[in-house]
C-alpha cells in the first residue's frame, strides 16, 4: 500500500515558478511509476509528467520544456518544478502511483494524493 501526499501549491503570477512535492509512504516506493496529473474546474483529469524508478520521465506536450518531473528513491519523494507558468497551468495538481504500461493514462494508476491548488494569475 502507497499513501501519497502533495504539498508546494498556491498562487503566482505568470512566468513565475512554482514547486510541487509529493510524499509517499510505504515500502514498495520502487515499484512504482510515479506520475503528475491536474485538473481544471470542469475538465477531466490530464496528464502531466511521469518518471520511472531508473529516472527516466515522460511529459504532456503541453508542458514540456517548463516542468521538471523527479524523484528521490531514497527519501520517497516526487517534485515536480514547474517554471513560466501560464494561466492555463491553473487546477488542481495531483500526485499519483502505479505499475502501469500506459503512464498518460490515469485510470492505470492505483494509487493518488489528494490534491495540491496551483493558480496562474494573468
Known amino acids: 500500500q502507497v499513501q501519497l501526499v502533495e504539498s508546494g501549491g498556491g498562487l503566482v503570477q505568470a512566468g513565475g515558478s512554482l514547486r510541487l512535492f509529493c510524499a509517499a509512504s510505504?515500502?514498495?516506493?520502487?515499484?512504482?511509476?510515479m506520475g503528475w496529473f491536474r485538473q481544471a474546474p470542469g475538465k477531466e483529469r490530464e496528464f502531466v509528467a511521469a518518471i520511472w524508478w531508473s529516472g527516466g520521465t515522460y511529459y504532456a506536450d503541453s508542458v514540456k520544456g517548463r516542468f521538471t518531473i523527479s524523484r528521490d528513491n531514497a527519501k520517497n519523494t516526487v517534485h515536480l518544478q514547474m517554471n513560466s507558468l501560464k494561466p492555463e497551468d491553473t487546477a488542481v495538481y495531483y500526485c499519483?502511483?502505479?505499475?502501469?504500461?500506459?503512464?498518460?493514462?490515469?485510470?492505470?494508476?492505483?494509487?493518488w494524493g489528494q490534491g495540491t491548488q496551483v493558480t496562474v494569475s494573468s
Open positions: 510505504g515500502r514498495t516506493f520502487s515499484n512504482y511509476i
Open positions: 499519483a502511483a502505479g505499475r502501469v504500461a500506459y503512464v498518460a493514462g490515469p485510470a492505470q494508476y492505483e494509487h
